[in-house]
């Protein structure tokens, strides 16, 4: 080897070693993997490319898609490389079918990573008992819906400084939609409860609060009533709990629950239910930091996330008239994120929500503000380089 090779050769040689030691690698390196991700079991990576991930966006109805555009308005902002496949889906304003039902699971099977609106269901019976929330759920095996309950600093409650969280299973239970009219005026309604799924749901439960480092978890339940079934549902989650000593285990019926929620939320760390009390548990807790508005959520499956506001509700009334509070969608998208790897951008997403609400200078109706849900979103962006 000649020298001019060998000089070469060690300049590339220190370059490479202070490039691996610059800010920017060390970042990278010492990057956390995303628990969401280990929850859910997949370790294959979500869709990507050039560099940018996709994700599925379903806005859904209500203020939805205003809700949406706050998102797209505060990622394109803060230059988060991702990129949305957007679909609109809705079985109240003539924009569905089972044809655009199979391009939406399509896109979230294979982008694995969705963020979604409320699907407003129907009261009326057309002919299906299923609701197209439903069917995505059982198509992607939607099982674990997770709803962390979190006081918003700066935003003062009957209960402030709240922190548990809320896993519900969602597959099975009440939600089965299966009904029938036995005879005229008899409807008989069906609720599945099968030892595999509570079990599943319980583990889950139990996973996330050792990698959280959480210290209790609560089965929600009515036994008392429903032996069987509900009473399937405690057993697998007891037996479940019996693998994880170092974790307490209680329960609770859920008529009592409701009330100790309202009285003293803080004797409860990680709560996990069946399909129809996480329903309304989920709405409970979010009132008690500040309502819809403001609580983010996610489902999971072995391989699928999505992401959406831990209550569900589309607040038909507003829209278009730009009131809507866009915090609870942000935080999820901010979540989702997190999930993807980008600690950097959902950390800035995140944090520039709350220290808009902590501010107190832009707030949305439901907290007490007179902000346009355009004036929130702007504030939002005007923090993201803070």
């Known amino acids: 080897m000649?020298?001019?090779?060998?000089?070469?050769?060690?300049?590339?040689?220190?370059t490479l070693v202070k490039g691996l030691s610059s800010p920017r690698w060390q970042q990278l390196a010492s990057r956390p993997l995303s628990l969401s991700a280990g929850l859910c079991g997949s370790e294959a990576p979500p869709a990507r490319a050039d560099a940018t991930f996709k994700v599925t966006m379903v806005p859904g109805d209500g203020v939805g898609p205003e809700l949406m555009t706050a998102v797209k308005e505060v990622f394109k902002a803060g230059d988060v490389p991702v990129e949305f496949e957007e679909f609109h889906l809705s079985e109240v304003q003539n924009m569905a079918s089972e044809e655009k039902l199979d391009q939406v699971l399509t896109s979230m099977k294979n982008n694995k990573v969705a963020i979604k609106g409320k699907i407003h269901t129907p009261m009326e019976f057309k002919g299906e008992l299923a609701s197209y929330e439903m069917r995505l759920r059982r198509k992607l095996d939607l099982f674990a819906n997770v709803v962390h309950?979190?006081?918003?600093?700066?935003?003062?409650?009957r209960h402030n400084n709240l922190d548990l969280v809320i896993i519900r299973e969602q597959t099975e239970g009440e939600y089965s939609s299966l009904e029938h009219e036995s005879v005229t005026g008899v409807i008989e309604c069906l609720k599945i409860i099968t030892r595999e799924k509570s079990r599943r749901i319980a583990k889950f439960a139990f996973d996330y609060a050792t990698k959280k480092g959480r210290n209790k978890v609560t089965a929600v339940h009515k036994a008392n009533i429903m032996?069987?079934?509900?009473?399937?549902?405690l057993q697998s989650c007891a037996e479940v709990a019996q693998l994880?000593?170092?974790?307490?285990?209680?329960?609770i019926i859920i008529d009592n629950c409701c009330m100790q929620l309202v009285q003293n939320p803080y004797q409860f760390d990680v709560l996990v239910m069946p399909n129809?009390?996480?329903?309304i548990i989920d709405n409970l807790a979010a009132g008690l930091v500040g309502g819809a508005g403001v609580v983010p959520g996610e489902s999971y499956s072995a391989e699928y996330a999505v992401?959406?506001?831990?209550?569900?509700h589309p607040f038909a009334q507003a829209v278009g008239r730009n009131i809507a509070n866009p915090t609870a969608m942000l935080l999820s998208a901010s979540n989702m994120l997190r999930h993807l790897n980008l600690e950097y951008h959902s950390q800035m997403v995140s944090d520039a929500v709350k220290r808009v609400i902590k501010q107190g200078k832009?707030?949305?109706g439901d907290l007490g503000g007179y902000a346009t849900s355009d004036e929130f979103t702007r504030a939002v962006i005007a923090n993201l380089a803070v």
Do not use: C, H, Q
């Open 362 to 364: 832009v707030r949305t």
């Open 276 to 279: 129809l009390y996480g329903n």
């Open 227 to 233: 032996k069987l079934g509900d009473g399937l549902f």
């Open 149 to 157: 309950v979190n006081s918003l600093p700066g935003y003062s409650t």
């Open 307 to 312: 992401f959406e506001t831990g209550a569900r």
């Open 244 to 251: 994880y000593p170092k974790i307490k285990y209680e329960n």
């Open 2 to 14: 000649s020298v001019t090779m060998a000089a070469a050769l060690r300049g590339s040689l220190v």
